[in-house]
Antibody, heavy 119, light 110 residues
Framework: EVQVLESGGGLVQPGGSLRLSCAAS????????MTWVRRPPGKGLEWVSA????????YYADSVKGRFTVSRDNSHNTLFLQMNNLRAEDTAVYYC????????????WGQGTLVTVSS | QSVLTQPPSVSAAPGQKVTISCSGS????????VSWYQHLPGTAPKLLIY???KRPSGIPDRFSDSKSGTSATLGITGLQTGDEADYYC???????????FGGGTRLTVL
């Protein structure tokens, strides 16, 4: 059974940093791209970032480019999102998800972890 | 402002059919497969439809989609109260080099 489980969310002040982790199981981790998607309170889904299976190719939404860094540890089946210089508008539930086909559908999602940026 | 445009809400009675539209452009829907997701806040989003009307295991054939040019449509037949959720279309945008989603449509089963 495919499972993805996020952790690392919490309350952080504007300008602060946070690192999200996502533990994956039930599939060959290195064979699939992984992605982060967020849902701000009262708003819809917003794609954040993605990384290819071998970790060499990364993509970012313009809203987080230069502040967020996605990476993966294929030896431990874990995905990361390093978030720096956080802003109030980054407040959201962050979902880790498996990408079915590169630039295609996102087929398995986690339950999400809440990030709140507030002073 | 989302790259893909969906109606904010739709509603229908139990047992009826509803459609949800998703409008984009040549760089996204016009040149890439569309996928559809169901989401109840507090839960994990669920993939419903992908790659030209394919359904993951466990998704009933009450859910279907179609595409014409730069627009796509999700159809749900035999509506159930358990279908009440937010529905999103999504695809890759070749110009932006990014995944894009619609703003979401809240389905109410009256």
């Amino acid at each position: 059974e495919v499972q993805v489980l996020e952790s690392g969310g919490g309350l952080v002040q504007p300008g602060g940093s946070l690192r999200l982790s996502c533990a994956a199981s039930g599939f060959t981790f290195t064979s699939y791209a992984m992605t982060w998607v967020r849902r701000p309170p009262g708003k819809g889904l917003e794609w954040v970032s993605a990384v290819s299976g071998n970790g060499r190719t990364t993509y970012y939404a313009d809203s987080v480019k230069g502040r967020f860094t996605v990476s993966r540890d294929n030896s431990h089946n874990t995905l990361f999102l390093q978030m720096n210089n956080l802003r109030a508008e980054d407040t959201a539930v962050y979902y880790c998800a498996k990408v079915l086909t590169w630039r295609g559908a996102i087929d398995y999602w986690g339950q999400g972890t809440l990030v709140t940026v507030s002073s | 402002q989302s790259v893909l445009t969906q109606p904010p809400s739709v509603s229908a009675a139990p047992g009826q059919k509803v459609t949800i539209s998703c409008s984009g452009s040549s760089s996204n829907i016009g040149s890439n497969y569309v996928s559809w997701y169901q989401h109840l806040p507090g839960t994990a989003p669920k993939l419903l439809i992908y790659d030209n009307n394919k359904r993951p295991s466990g998704i009933p054939d009450r859910f279907s989609d179609s595409k014409s040019g730069t627009s796509a449509t999700l159809g749900i037949t035999g509506l159930q109260t358990g279908d009440e959720a937010d529905y999103y279309c999504g695809t890759w945008d070749s110009s932006l080099g990014a995944w894009v989603f619609g703003g979401g449509t809240r389905l109410t089963v009256l």
